[in-house]
């Protein structure tokens, strides 16, 4: 079964940082691709990064030189470090399983998600 666990979400004032963790388990590193994306109530899902075991990933031009993502295949868990955080950027985070791989739209290629992690970022 595949199962994804995010963890690192909370409250931030603009300007600083969090870093989102996501534990997974039921698959092999190189069945999917990891990517987190963000989906406020009755609104569709924003792609946020994604990331494959071959080092390919994807972002969202919102986050290009403030987010990054990373992965430790011995943990089984990939990581979204988030800088220079903004208000817009507040909303529920979750971690998937991407059977596409990293490419465009792939957020609409969900294997699998977890149940989510509040980022809030105060002006």
């Known amino acids: 079964e595949v199962k994804l666990v995010e963890s690192g979400g909370g409250l931030v004032q603009a300007g600083g940082s969090l870093r989102l963790s996501c534990a997974a388990s039921?698959?092999?590193?190189?069945?999917?691709?990891i990517g987190w994306f963000r989906q406020d109530p009755g609104k569709e899902r924003e792609g946020i990064y994604c990331i494959y075991s071959d080092g390919s990933t994807n972002s969202a031009d919102s986050v290009k030189g403030r987010f990054t993502i990373s992965s430790d295949s011995a943990k089984s868990t990939v990581y979204l470090q988030m800088n220079s955080l903004k208000p817009e950027d507040s909303g529920v985070y979750y971690c998937?399983?991407?059977?596409?791989?990293?490419?465009?739209?792939?957020?609409?290629?969900?294997?699998?998600r977890g149940q989510g992690t509040v980022v809030t970022v105060s002006s």
């Open positions: 998937a399983a991407v059977y596409s791989g990293c490419i465009p739209g792939w957020v609409r290629a969900l294997e699998a």
């Open positions: 039921g698959f092999s590193w190189d069945d999917f691709a």
